[in-house]
Every structure is written in C-alpha cells, then in structure tokens.
C-alpha cells in the first residue's frame, strides 16, 4: 500500500483520478491515515458539504494481508453533523481488495459542477468513472445488485443510498460483505453525506489479478497470526459469547446494571428487554434460519464472526443481524420490544443508507415530541420511510436527534457536539459518559473502547478510590482504540488482548513481522495519541472548546432510574482528559 | 416485566415437556426474565448458588464473571449475602467496554463505582427466602438445560407471553406432555399456562 487515489470530482473536463506515492503519509493506515489527511489537508472552517472537504476511505495497516481481523476499514472527513473531525468505521469486504490493489487510502476531493451522479469502478490496471443517471435515489441493496449483474460477485461495492445523495447528517456510507449485501456501515457522523456532496453513488473495487500483501518476515508472521486466532478462539468473549450471540448479548447485562436507556432516556430499565435480547435473538434466528444463523463474520478473515442473518418469519432474508446498538436504538430505546421491527428498521437504514445509531436515536426525539407514540412500531418504520422519500419531515429526521430535537422543541436530547450517544446511558457508568463528552467525534462508544490501556501501560495505574480514575481510565481508552482503529483490526480484539497477554504479543509480532519492525506497546501508545492529537488541533482550529466536552445538562439534573443517579463527573476533571 | 417473588399457598401446578434435543435450547431465554428460587437465609451469594442452585463453586470463579444483586453489579460474591426477594443475575464475561467495566472486580469497575453494590453492614437475616435468578448467555447455556430439567417455577403469564412469542414454532419439536406427572395433550397445557399464577416447568431432551 504505498500509493494514495485520489480522484478529484471537481477537476475540469470532468472527474479525474491521480495516484500518488504515499509520500509523508507512510507507515499510517485506518483512522491513523484518514486523520492525519483532514487534519493536513482540510480547511478546518469549510463546510463540510464544500469541495473544500475531502473523504478519505483508507483500510487498516493489515488489510489485504493475511492477518486475521484485519479487514476494518476507516472513511474520515469534515463531519457535518459534528462539524468536526470524523473517523466512521466499518467491515466488509472492499479494505481487503483496496488493500490488494495497493492503496493505502481513496480519497475522493472537489465537488462536481452540477448535480451528476458518478460511479467509480478501481480494478489494478484502471481507474474509470462514469456518470450514471440510473442509479439516482436507488437503496443500497438495488445498487450492490446492479453493480453485481455488470461486474460479477468477486468484486466489492462502496455506496450510498437516498440519505447520502439528500445529504442528510445521518447518512452512512455503506460496504459489501461476503454475500455482496450491503450490509455493513460507516455510519456515524454523516460520512454518506459528504460522499453525496461529491456526487459519487458507488465505488466498485475489484482485485481480480491481485495477490495478497506479502510479510516481510513470513515465519514469524506465520507463527504470530497462529498465537494471534488461537488466542481469539480460546477467550470466552471472543471464542464463545460473542459468536454465539453477537454483540446484542449485551441487551439483558446492560438493562439489568440500570444503565440500558429507554424511551429517550428516561429510565435506566426496559420492560420488553428480554423479547430483544441477544439471547432471544440467537434463538430466534437459529430457530428460523437453522442451526449456526447466528453466528457469521462481517469480513473475510474474521474468526470471531459476532454477526449472523436475519430471518423474517416465513424464513426469507431480512437483514444481518441487527447489533446491540442497532437493538437499542429502535428497540428499547422507542419503547419497541419487537424484534422483526427492529430488524425491519435496521433493513431500512442500511437500504437508504443511514446511521441505525442516529436514526433511532432521533425517532425516541421525535416521540418525545409527540411526532408519534413511544412503542408504536408501525409509526417508527413510517417515520424512517419519510427519511428515505425525503419529505419535509424525512430530512428533519434524517439529519438527526439535535435536528430534530431543535425544530421541535424538545429539550431532552442525548447528543455531544451534535451526535447521538450509543447504548449506555452516561448515568449509570459514568466512566464512558466521561468518554462520550471528550472524545474528538461526539458522542461515540467505540472512541474509548479498547480494553486494553493496562497491558499497554499507558498513564500508569489507576487508583479506584479517587476521582480521577475515571479520566484516567477514560483517556487511557481512547488512546489505546486510536491505535487500534489504525491497524485496520476490528475493536473486539481487545478482549483477549485484556485478559491474555501473550494475545498481546502475538498482535505486536503480527504488526512488527509483516513489517520487518519490532514493535512495544510504547510505539502503539505514541501512535494513539499522535492521533488524538491531530483530531483535538483540528477541532480547535474548527472552533471547539473545552465547553463542547461535555454532556448536555439534563444528564447533571435528572435521576436517572432505578438506581437515581445522576452525572457527577466535574467538568474541571473533563478537561483534564487530555492532558498527558 | 419485573418478576414477583409473591408466593402462593397452593403447590404450584407442573408441566414437563419432553423436546426434541435441538428444540430445547428455545427454553433457555426464559431463564434470563428470571426464574424463583427457595432457598436458605442468610448465606452469601456464592453459598446460596452451591447449596440451593447446585452450581459449583469453580464454575462461579471461571464462567460467572458479571453477578448483579439487585441490579447493581456485585465484585465479590464470597462476601455479599442475599436476603428475601432479591434478585440474582449471572453473566458471562461480556464484550464491550461496557462488559469490562461491569465485570466482577475488574480494572474498569471506577467507571461504575454509582451503580456498583456496596458491602452490607447489617446481617442479610436467617429463615426460608425466595429469590429471583436471571441466567443470561453463555451461563443460561451451560446451566440451563439442568435447570430445566429439574424444573423451574415462573409466573404462569410470563410462561404465557413467552410461548406466545415463539409462535408456530412454540410447541414445534415438543414430543410429550405431562400435566402434574400424567401424561396430556399440548392444548390443556396451553391452557393451564394461560390460568395459573405460578408453574413448575421442567423440559426434557429427547434420548
């Protein structure tokens, strides 16, 4: 990977394709790369929709190598729901082929003259982009179909829907997986809609005549991605719960800590939970779908495989399985305890292309405004279809809970620096509140979710008794996941890597052999917060303030049942996160 | 719904189902909405679970690596005691930072230091308790299928809702039943379910 693409869609004549050598950008990948190419090349008070934004669409420093996990892929830019700096992540198959084909990152610049919608197809020996009028509006699944009749399957698709075209703050950018669905998001942060505001409907890479990346020390790369699988497959949360049941195992954990936020945030506890579980859910697929329906990976190469399909009564195809955010945010989150809605909605989110997280968030908004009635599942799926015609209600929607919140007059609004907060209510464990207030991407659960700062020894260790633990424990986090976002590795290594510190050693050889480098836990911790510390200078320059980390009021005020507490991290402790 | 530790005077009525093998494991959810458990007073955690639940104590050590005690995560069970009407949930270790940082006695447990449970000063108190047990995940997988076979009592309308949830595939792969030890049909235990407050379920596996 020693070349970047970048095809600049304003160029005179028409859109044009560049590639470069990687130049000062060397060594980077994932978040790493796509950061440090905003942060450098960004004018930090553009618009996000301007041409003066650029996405960066860069796979992780493994991808397209044999090492297992390594299939994640990073897509970076002005956010315009944040309005700062974005890193969406997702899996898929196209980091792997884009790995293959030798870039370390896409970068898509500029902005087309009129409102032409592109498609671009990347194989080794060409770079072709077309305009394409019979893609207009169409839902990512007709597009990955179209794209699959014309280039075959073996090829990976990149795309937006209706939402990325309307430029909608929640729209996502979406990838294919092994059965060419579109069903795997970068969703956070309205990444679709930057790739909409530069007038390109999809990507179609293709690797065919491509090998994989070669290690530069091949046996001890060998040797090490044997440790590294053996490792995974024999922890209890990378081996058995989250194969088993996905991530949505965590419906029954979280509910029952009185940490599981319901109906906008009002209670810490769902009645329906148990008909939502991840329990209910591995159940209910295996039981529609047949034995093993639960269980499946989102990329080639993953061993974890904490995805699986989605059955619809009658046994047809509805959707990937839907993960505990996704559950969450339409579930309980709405006062749904349905699960054929819930999959539905998720359904509809990855056709029109959107964020589940920011779109269900937003509908508990709306039915705390009376829009429609916690509960009421017909009323919730209505509501995402309106975003998906883009009516006038739709793009309210559609640009998400602080949006929304703002045109309806609605105060209780779980967002920092305008994006949604995931599943945890930053009541009941106030140690990721501290994260979802300071993390450069609003509020984002995957900022600080890396398990494994005491292994990696950053900041020392933690001492429980005193305050400050938790902004130790939170910068500690963030630190370490930025290095991870970087490695192209999914997040939920982290696990086996806490517990297991041979795990540990066995990612750092793979990091270091396919390299030819020997690589400490030093040299991750030094790569995590060169990153924080392009994505905090960024936001400075974009016109944050310490007074943007933190969470909205209401947190500080409102019990927040069963247990009736509330957010009592002080603001003086929030800003200390940062400093190291 | 939270489940009721009301007792009845009256014995509970019981419903065994034998299931085909791989039908069982359908069963297995109910446990995590919580299943009542009698039981001796004033044990810790760890003891009532070995002496009432039969679960061994090495088994609690390695697999049982989140406890809630009345929805407040608990980090030693060899010192908390449960009293009447508590509610016990047990989990395996769970993803997340979210999972790390209820874990019991982990390096991420300040991040819940509101909602952790505290060490009770005054004695839990002797006699007869119930209690409620909510198995999740891997534990309801592991210890479930024995659960079920001894049987389990639950609410008669949660037992309801929940086959209800199942739809056509709720009595699919069920190959006997038996109402108070004699043998029936699948339509007076439906009905049975619909009409008591209380049940003994026990679920057997085919062979």
Known sequence: MDKIL?????????????????????????????SAIVSKEVPPTCHPLSEDNKLVIAPGLLSGSA??????????????????????????QPSQMIGRLGYAAIVLEGKPKDDTLYRIYINKDKVEIKADKSLKMLGNYAVAEKMKAEYGDKVGCISIGPAGEMKMAAASVAFTDMEFRPTR??????????????????????????????????????????????????HAVTGQGLPTYG????????????????????????????????????????????????????????????????????????????????????????????????????RLDDDYGLDTIEMGATIGVAMEAGIAKFGDAQAAISLVKEVGKGSPLGRILGNGAAVTGR???????PVVKGQSMPAYDP?????????????????????????????????????????????????????????????????????????????????????????????????????????????????????????????????????????????????????????? | MKPSTQRTTTAPREIALTMSRNAVSRFLPLLGEGILLKGPGGETVEAF???????????????????FLNGKALDDFSTARVADEATLALSAAMPGLAGAVLRRGGIYAPMRRQISHEAQSQNAGGGEIYITLKLFNMVARELGPEFLKRGVLVPGVRLKDFMERQGRWAWEGCLSVKIDGRPAEVGPAAELIANSHWIRLSVHASG
């Open chain 1, 6 to 34: 970048r095809i600049n869609m304003g160029a005179d004549g028409g859109p044009k394709a560049e590639a470069e050598p990687v130049g000062s950008y060397a060594g980077m990948g994932g978040r790493a790369l796509t």
């Open chain 1, 67 to 92: 090492a297992a996990m390594s299939g994640r892929i990073s897509v970076g830019c002005k956010s315009p729901l944040t309005g700062g700096i974005k890193e969406a992540n997702s899996g898929g």
């Open chain 1, 185 to 234: 998001h970068a969703g956070r942060g309205g990444v679709g809609a930057v790739m909409g505001s530069k007038g390109v409907k999809v990507i179609v890479v293709d690797d065919a005549g491509c090998s994989v990346r070669s290690p530069k020390d091949a046996d001890r790369f060998k040797e090490a991605n044997k440790a590294f699988v053996a490792g995974l497959r024999k």
């Open chain 1, 247 to 346: 991530t949505n195992v965590l419906t029954n954990v979280i509910n029952e800590a009185g940490a599981y936020p319901t109906k906008n945030f009002m209670w810490g506890r769902f009645d329906g939970c148990s008909k939502i579980s991840g329990e209910t859910q591995a159940e209910t697929e295996n039981t529609r779908g047949g034995e093993g329906s639960a269980t499946h990976g989102c990329h080639r190469g993953c061993v974890i495989r904490c995805s699986g399909t989605y059955y619809d009564k009658d046994g047809h195809y509805l959707t990937k399985q839907p993960e505990y955010e996704t559950v969450w945010a339409h579930g309980g989150n709405c006062g749904i305890d349905d699960l054929d809605t819930i999959a539905m909605l998720d």
């Open chain 1, 407 to 413: 045109v309806f007059g609605v105060e209780r609004v």
């Open chain 1, 427 to 580: 009541r009941g464990v106030q140690g990721i509140g501290v994260t979802y207030a300071t993390t450069t991407q609003g509020a984002d659960h995957t900022a600080g979710y890396a398990v494994t700062a005491n292994i990696l020894g950053v900041g020392g260790s933690v001492n429980p008794l005193k305050p400050e633990g938790q902004i130790e424990l939170s910068r500690n986090l963030q630190i370490a996941t930025a290095a991870i976002d970087s490695t192209g590795m999914c997040l939920f290594i982290a696990f086996a890597i806490l517990d297991q510190p041979d795990t540990f050693q066995a990612l750092l050889d793979l990091l270091g052999s396919f390299n030819g480098q020997k690589l400490t836990g030093d040299d991750v911790v030094g790569l995590g917060k060169s990153i924080l510390t392009m994505e905090r200078d960024f936001n400075r320059r974009a016109g944050f303030t310490k007074e943007m980390d933190r969470l909205p009021d209401y947190f500080k005020k409102e019990k927040l049942p069963p247990h009736d507490v509330t957010f009592m991290v002080k603001d003086s402790d929030l800003d200390q996160v940062f400093n190291w």
């Open chain 2, 49 to 67: 679970l070995v002496k009432t639940a039969g679960v061994s104590p090495a088994y609690l050590k390695e697999r049982v690596q989140t406890v």
